[in-house]
């Protein structure tokens, strides 16, 4: 199985092929032929129907809406006129920029596009290395992955049958410690280099960025406070975030026509048929392997078997951040949770918390060569060589590894806002 999925990925095969034909391989030597091919398709099937997935292209739609009007202008304005002109304020606002944008999109691909391309030309205008912004642009899109809403936390939480409600609160406080330690080393970087500061905006400035981000500050308050108070649910909080999209950039910012959306809805339309192939051939083949028992004799011929939480966790966090290194997020945790889940139940870990590490390494292989998605996307974006985008990127992977080392020894930075969220 591992083989065909190998030479056909270097062959150039989409991943979704792979994925396919190496879960026909596993029936066929479990049940000698493809006689019993039926329990293939059902398990594909079972994979896209929990309704907990309604949720993605929900929150996919969403942020495309939200990329092609004007939410994200109005956020950077905001945030520039109030901490832009601070030492280091420009590249502060723009990790701030990106978290919350991340927080109305949930996709790392659409911050890196609609915060960085307005934001980029402007730090590299004020005297930042290109290399810096280019890599604090990317890293800081990964936030997004861990501030609600994030499609890799639902993918997740369907497979672990984990609560994804849970999941989205404990994503928060581990995505503002990256974004509090990004924005130390901004201003240190800034005061090591004596990067200039921008004009400082007056008080009448501020409030009209304020008075127009408004609107679009309506999206977290109605993905994190609407689960919080229990008013909807993950997949409900979705669709009232496309309906308030779609008020927003069409009858209140009149940025976008009924004919744009339609565009939108296709691509939206491209792009879910595409993750949800992906997430039925991920379901059965995590059956065949679970079928065969290779999960466990991949964790006895590792010796995870016998090994405690500590352990687990490390051999979780290693598995993910190797993985998304050169595999897509999507691939990595169909693949890899169905094989780590026995271990985790065997040892009663607390799902919410492996699925934030999971989550967190997902967000540090976005960035990380060879194949970070952020990286490409910021290679097409902003027409730069691959070699200049990873360039500056070592300390910001640094600082997202050491945030997984403190949720591994410290798991409450994660759990605390759960707990106290959904106490009984």
């Not at 501030?147 to 404990?170: C, K, N, R, V």
């Not at 995870?304 to 997020?329: H, K, P, Q, R, Y």
């Not at 194949?371 to 060589?385: D, E, H, L, M, P």
């Not at 080392?405 to 798991?411: A, C, K, S, V």
């Amino acid at each position: 199985m591992l083989m065909a999925m190998v030479v056909l990925l270097l062959i150039g095969f989409p991943m979704m092929v792979p994925m396919m034909v190496a879960t026909l391989i596993g029936f066929y030597v479990q049940f000698n032929g493809f006689g019993n091919s039926q329990f293939m398709i059902q398990q594909m099937f079972a994979g896209i129907r929990p309704a907990s997935l309604i949720a993605v292209p929900m929150f996919i739609l969403a942020a495309d809406i939200m990329t092609k009007g004007r939410s994200a202008t109005k956020l950077i304005d905001m945030v520039m006129a109030y901490i832009g002109h601070y030492k280091g304020g420009l590249a502060v606002s723009t990790a701030t920029a990106c978290t919350m944008f991340g927080a109305v999109s949930g996709s790392t691909q659409a911050t890196v596009v609609a915060v960085g391309s307005p934001l980029h030309p402007k730090l590299v205008q004020n005297g930042y290395k290109d290399s810096f912004s280019l890599s604090l642009i990317i890293s800081s899109s990964g936030i997004a992955l861990l501030i609600p809403p994030s499609i890799g936390m639902i993918i997740y939480g369907g497979i672990a049958q984990t609560s994804i409600s849970e999941l989205f609160i404990a994503g928060i406080v581990p995505g503002l410690l990256i974004l509090v330690l990004f924005s130390i080393y901004s201003v240190f970087f800034a005061i090591k280099e004596e990067v200039p500061t921008v004009p400082k905006a007056s008080l009448s400035e501020r409030l009209k960025a304020t008075r127009d981000a408004i609107w679009p500050l309506g999206f977290p308050v109605i993905v994190v406070f609407g689960i919080y108070g229990g008013i909807f649910s993950p997949t409900e909080a979705a669709s009232v975030c496309v309906l308030y999209a779609l008020l927003l950039e069409v009858v209140i910012f009149r940025e976008l026509k009924i004919r744009d959306v339609l565009d939108i809805a296709k691509s939206t339309g491209l792009i879910t048929a595409v993750v949800f192939i992906l997430v039925a051939a991920g379901s059965a083949f995590s059956w065949v392997i679970s079928f065969a028992q290779i999960p466990q004799a991949i964790m006895a011929g590792l010796g995870l078997n016998e090994t405690n939480e500590l352990g687990l966790l490390l051999a979780i966090s290693i598995a993910f951040f190797v993985g998304c290194m050169f595999v897509d997020s999507i691939v990595v945790i169909l693949i890899m949770v169905p094989i780590f889940l026995p271990e985790i139940n065997r040892l009663e870990l607390d799902k919410v918390l492996v699925g934030v590490i999971i989550t967190l390494q997902v967000a540090i292989g976005a960035v990380t060569p060879p194949f970070g998605c952020n990286i490409f996307t910021a290679v097409a974006v902003f027409r730069r060589r691959y070699v200049d985008v990873v360039r500056g990127s070592l300390p910001f992977v640094l600082i997202l590894v050491l945030v997984a080392g403190l949720l591994i020894l410290f798991p409450q930075i994660a759990l605390f806002l759960r707990d106290l969220a959904f106490a009984k």
